[in-house]
C-alpha cells in the first residue's frame, strides 16, 4: 500500500507537470487529457510492453489510470489559477520527486526479481523518462534529445547506486531511500544551476 501511495503521487505529479505548462493555451480539453494521460503512464506502460507482462499496469489496477486522468482534468480546470500562484515551481519539485521515486522502485522490483543489472537500469530509466519525452514532443518543447541538459543522467546514476548497494547487501529499505534522495538532490541542484553537458561530451 505505501508503494502504492508513492506510484499515486507521482502520477499525480507527472500529470500536472504535463497539464499546466504554458505551451497548452489554446489547446482543446481532450488534448490536454491526453497530453496528462501520456506523461504520466507512458514510461509504465513502455517499460511493460518490452518486458511483455501479462498485462500493463493500468490496465491490471485501474486506479492508476483513473489517477491520471482525474489528475489531467484538475490540472486543465485549475491552470490559470496554478500559474498565477507559480505552481510550476511546484511542478519542477513533484517531476523531481516522480522520477526519483518511479526509477528506483523500478529498479528495485526488477532487482529483487532476479534481472540483470543493466535490464533493471533500463528499465527504471524508461519508466520515469518516457513519459516526460513523449509529453515535450507532442507540447512541442525541447525534449531531452533535443539539448544539453541533465535530465536522465540522475536517474541512470541513482539506479546504479541502488544495484550496487542490492549487490553489497544493503538494506533494501535503506538503499531505496538513499537513491531515491540521490536522484531528488542531484535533479534539484541541476535545476537550480543550469547544468548541462561539458563541451567535450557534446558531439561536434
Not at 518511479?102 to 534481472?115: C, G, P
Request: hydrophobic share 55%.
Amino acid at each position: 500500500m505505501f508503494v502504492h501511495s508513492i506510484e499515486i503521487i507521482c502520477i499525480i505529479a507527472f500529470a500536472l507537470s504535463a497539464v499546466i505548462s504554458e505551451t497548452n493555451r489554446g489547446k482543446d480539453i481532450i488534448s490536454v487529457l491526453v497530453l496528462g494521460w501520456v506523461t504520466a503512464l507512458g514510461g509504465g506502460t513502455v517499460r511493460d510492453v518490452i518486458l511483455s507482462t501479462n498485462q500493463v499496469f493500468w490496465i491490471k489496477d485501474p486506479s492508476y489510470f483513473w489517477t491520471a486522468l482525474l489528475a489531467s482534468i484538475f490540472g486543465f480546470f485549475f491552470a490559470p489559477y496554478l500559474r498565477k500562484i507559480r505552481a510550476e515551481r511546484l511542478i519542477v519539485i513533484l517531476d523531481a520527486i516522480g522520477i526519483s521515486m518511479f526509477s528506483v522502485l523500478v529498479t528495485k522490483n526488477m532487482i529483487a526479481q532476479d534481472y540483470a543489472a543493466y535490464v533493471a537500469i533500463t528499465m527504471g530509466m524508461i519508466t520515469a523518462i518516457f513519459g516526460g519525452v513523449v509529453r515535450d514532443i507532442i507540447a512541442s518543447r525541447p525534449t531531452m534529445f533535443n539539448n544539453t541538459e541533465f535530465y536522465a543522467t540522475p536517474v541512470i546514476i541513482g539506479c546504479s547506486l541502488y544495484v550496487v548497494m542490492a549487490r553489497c547487501d544493503v538494506n533494501s529499505e535503506i538503499a531505496t531511500l538513499i537513491s531515491i534522495a540521490f536522484i531528488f538532490i542531484l535533479r534539484m541542484y541541476i535545476v537550480i544551476k543550469k547544468k548541462t553537458f561539458p563541451h567535450y561530451l557534446i558531439l561536434k
